[in-house]
């Protein structure tokens, strides 16, 4: 078992910058990969960015070039820059993590990140 909590969530202008955080306890040497996903309101949940164990990243199309995804050096945390924030990128924000040898998911309670115009 994995357990997830998220951090750093808020309200914050067009154009600003937030941080989210998310530290891994439990079984974390089964991660695989960690990540962050977003559900806007009345939308389905869509990728933001993943990033391996070894460090490989992966990010949805429209966050590219503005968010940043890295790990803790104990591989037990998961950290998003956002930079550059739009109104289109107000969402719960969850992160996510794949556990061995089965790739199953585990997932966080989700913060909440709103962007004014």
């Known amino acids: 078992q994995v357990q997830l909590v998220e951090s750093g969530g808020g309200l914050v202008q067009a154009g600003g910058s937030l941080r989210l955080s998310c530290a891994a306890s439990?079984?974390?040497?089964?991660?695989?990969?960690m990540g962050w996903y977003r559900q806007p309101p009345g939308k389905k949940r869509e990728l933001v960015a993943t990033?391996?164990?070894?460090?490989?990243?992966h990010y949805g199309d429209s966050v590219k070039g503005r968010f940043t995804i890295s790990r803790g050096s104990a591989k037990n945390a998961v950290y998003l820059q956002m930079n550059s924030l739009k109104p289109e990128d107000t969402a719960v924000y969850y992160c996510?993590?794949?556990?061995?040898?089965?790739?199953?998911?585990?997932w966080g309670q989700g913060t909440q990140v709103t962007v004014s115009s």
């Open positions: 439990g079984s974390i040497l089964s991660i695989y990969d």
């Open positions: 990033i391996t164990s070894g460090g490989s990243t």
């Open positions: 996510n993590a794949r556990s061995l040898p089965l790739y199953y998911n585990y």
